[in-house]
């Protein structure tokens, strides 16, 4: 299992239009017994007993908390406040069952620490599934109180962890060389030296925009490897190799990230624009 953390955006139209694989509309009807397989846990306060909502409709009520609390979108200067983040299942695996996708949105939310156990105002998210072998959860950073949520500061190592965890637990099959970034994680964190050592000064005069090509090279393959996988005759076997690179690479620059000085980090993404309006009260029941 795979997880792809997706750039952060101002609404959480893209991220829903990109999990349905078409855009989101005013006429199809998603509902929490269908493509919506978790949630947050007061969605019961907004929704009617049907639970079905046009994919619009959702994303107007998972923007609706940034809408109420404008000061906590804008921490830091950065406005964009809708996480996404996909897990694709190895093409080989067994199809897991709704109660099983269940839980793993559930636990990408817990790890992602939008939705912390006993917590009375949570960000609001939903996990979907309406791609083969994959799931999506979207949420919103901003929390009901207006405090924007603290995800890890390695989101992409705790998620990775967490899928190691999801697939002992559910036997589900893992990629070959699954410990590779972790563990090279690992083996930098420990041999960051105290003292000068001699041959080590190099490090320091990396050009500072080598990051930039690797974050280039990265996005180029995670680019190629949606196409693949959202195409209707695409090769989810290459994709899913291709996500993997991906994913290795995000690890790599997090590492040099840490170890370098004054290395600019990763880059977090370009926003993107999305339809923004006002939830109506109730949701009404579509056909």
Not at 18 to 47: C, H, K, M, N
Not at 89 to 103: F, G, V
Not at 257 to 284: D, F, M, N, Y
Request: glycine fraction near 6%; proline fraction near 9%; include cysteine.
């Amino acid at each position: 299992m795979i997880p792809t953390l997706h750039e952060l955006d101002t609404t959480s139209t893209h991220a829903l239009a990109e999990a349905l694989g078409r855009p989101v509309s005013d006429q199809e009807g998603l509902t929490t017994d269908g493509t919506i397989v978790a949630y947050w846990s007061q969605l019961d306060y907004f929704t009617d007993e049907d639970r079905i909502w046009t994919s619009l409709e959702w994303a107007q009520h998972l923007d609706e908390s940034h809408r109420e609390h404008p000061f906590a979108a804008t921490y830091c200067g950065d406005p964009r406040v809708i996480l996404h983040v996909s897990v694709r299942q190895h093409p080989e695996d067994r199809e897991l069952t709704p109660a099983e996708w269940s839980e793993v949105g559930h636990r990408l939310a817990r790890v992602s620490r939008i939705a912390p156990a006993g917590d009375p105002n949570p960000c609001r998210w939903i996990a979907l599934r309406d791609l083969p072998h994959r799931l999506d959860l979207v949420a919103n950073l901003v929390r009901e109180d207006g405090v924007r949520a603290a995800v890890p500061r390695q989101l992409p190592h705790a998620l990775a962890a967490e899928c190691r965890r999801i697939e002992a637990d559910l036997r589900l099959l893992s990629p070959p060389d699954h410990h590779a970034a972790p563990f090279k994680a690992n083996m930098l964190a420990a041999a960051r030296p105290t003292v000068e050592i001699p041959g080590t000064s190099f490090v320091a005069d990396l050009p500072n925009g080598a990051h930039q090509h690797f974050a280039a090279a990265r996005r180029l393959v995670e680019k190629a490897a949606h196409q693949l996988g959202s195409a209707p005759s695409g090769q989810p076997e290459l994709a899913h190799q291709l996500e993997w690179i991906a994913r290795r690479s995000h690890a790599l620059e997090s590492d040099l990230a840490e170890i370098v000085p004054g290395h600019p980090g990763t880059p977090a993404g370009v926003a993107t624009t999305g339809v923004s309006a006002g939830l109506p009260p109730r949701a009404t029941r579509r056909r």
